[in-house]
């Protein structure tokens, strides 16, 4: 039987939509159901896996499924040894200690002999221990943004993103413990031909996330401004330049970075470009 790339992907939660959708722009389709445990793909030598998110670095580390899409921090968490491929972007997020409002926080001493609740004690302990800190740590399952209201911590440490959820609850964020986002973790021992399959994945994933950060551009402009458009235009490679029908005038295309856009846009026009247009790109081989 020919190898497939075990993958592992979380069986509910946050991170399984986008993880999907993901896959689903590397041209691997899931057709039958996410109800079970292992599902073959179409369109790539792939199974998945649906597992429990905290579970999942163990079956990595222990070579079960030899990839996963998971948090960083869910993997800090577990102190596998897995090696990280390929950050997503996507479910960024912070692991935060909170306290109440109107708290006197005199900085990380204040945690000195206070009830900590969390979902990641062992990430907080690594920390704690670090900053020579001595404190309880309550770990609970959910809803920790609760326990200082209910009389059950003295603070807390857990995930933040908008923010919104502290505020609602009427804690305050005040030392980052670390910053997570989505990713490609691989197992350190796989066999060669995952490993092959793995790097196939991999071109596949890098091609739909340069997309994903790069917009195509296309703008007219007056002949005499063509220079200065040109100077502007942050150079992947130089543009491609066309005349138009109309004398004196010529289309300018090229691709530029999400993060710049707005602020290339407003000098574009200021030097004379019109009737601009950004179009997402589908897929960008690199
Ligand atoms: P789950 O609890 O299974 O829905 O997934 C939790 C994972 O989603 C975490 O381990 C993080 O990697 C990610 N995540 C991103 N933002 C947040 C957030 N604000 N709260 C909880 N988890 C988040």
């Not at 946050?14 to 993901?22: G, V, Y």
């Not at 109800?35 to 990595?60: C, H, T, W």
């Not at 897995?82 to 945690?111: D, Q």
Request: charged share 25%.
């Amino acid at each position: 039987m020919s190898t497939k790339l075990k993958i592992a992907v979380q069986k509910s939660g946050r991170l399984q939509e986008d993880s999907l959708e993901m896959l689903r722009e590397c041209g691997v389709r899931v057709d039958n159901g996410r109800d079970q445990l292992k599902v073959s793909a179409s369109g790539f030598p792939m199974e998945l896996f649906f597992l429990r998110n905290s579970d999942i670095p163990q079956y990595v580390a222990d070579g079960v499924a030899d990839v996963a899409i998971l948090g960083q921090n869910t993997v800090t968490e577990k102190e596998k040894d897995l090696e990280e491929v390929l950050p997503l972007g996507f479910a960024r997020c912070r692991l935060s200690l909170a306290v109440p409002k109107g708290t006197i926080y005199t900085g990380i001493n204040w945690m000195q002999g206070k009830k900590i609740a969390t979902s990641y004690p062992n990430t907080l302990h690594a920390f704690l221990k670090k900053q020579n800190i001595q404190a309880e740590i309550h770990e609970i399952a959910g809803s920790v943004e609760i326990a200082p209201n209910i009389g059950l911590a003295d603070a807390i440490c857990d995930l933040v993103s908008s923010g919104n959820t502290l505020f609602m609850n009427g804690l305050e964020e005040k030392e980052v413990l670390l910053k997570s986002e989505a990713a490609i973790f691989a197992s350190r021992n796989m066999k060669p031909e995952a490993r092959e399959l793995l790097d196939k994945l991999l071109f596949r994933f890098k091609s739909v996330l340069a997309a994903r950060n790069n917009k195509y551009l296309l703008m007219n402009a007056p002949n005499e401004a063509l220079d200065s458009i040109i100077n502007i235009l942050p150079g992947m490679k130089s543009p491609t330049v066309v005349p138009l029908a109309a004398e004196g005038w010529s289309s300018v295309h090229t691709v530029i970075s999400e993060d710049r856009f707005w602020e290339i846009i407003d000098q574009l026009k200021a030097v004379g470009a019109q009737g601009i247009l950004i179009i997402p790109i589908q897929k960008m081989i690199l």
